[in-house]
């Protein structure tokens, strides 16, 4: 009986179902298949695996996608950078590829306090582009960040957020997001001040 349930195995799963086959879900063992793969939406809380965060991007099937942290800081706690230097963290399309070129710069984890924050938890600080997403859905995301006791109030305050993406050895793009008008210019790496903020974002 062994010798024939290892045979049958390449085509079953040995219990009797002679309709499962590969590709069939829960293949070899279709009578107990795995549940399906979740789905995400703009606006889901996000928390797997202590992970947690505001989906505000989504692949074509929903399995994938962007989170931004519910946290905000502030540069007046964690500045883009403590020292003028090119850095090589030009890419206005993925924050992720900015993080890896600072991580390559010497003391970046002193030199570079608002990256070293956000690499410690597992994210990084958008580029530039990166921010369409999330201002394109700014108020479904500010209601559930609020909701989850974080703060997200960039239009009445005109704050401004510090991108990852650099321009030379002094100055970064920041973000502007005044009365639902997004816009771009260029800030100094070393200011610090009450109302500029640099956010937290992840692939999932």
Known sequence: MLLLCGALALGSSCNGNEKCKPGDPGYPDCDNPPPPEKTYNIGDLYNVNGVKGIVFAVTADKKHGSILAIESITTMQYQWATVN????ATDTLDGAKNMAAIKKMPNWATNY????????KGFYIPAKNEFTAIFNNYSTIKAVVEKNGGSFDFVS???T???STEVNQNRCLRLVYLSNVVYFSESIKLGVSSKEFILGIKNF
């Open 85 to 88: 230097e090119v850095t090589g």
């Open 113 to 120: 306090p608002a990256f070293k924050y956000w690499d410690d």
């Open 157 to 159: 305050t005109g704050k």
């Open 161 to 163: 957020i510090y991108s």
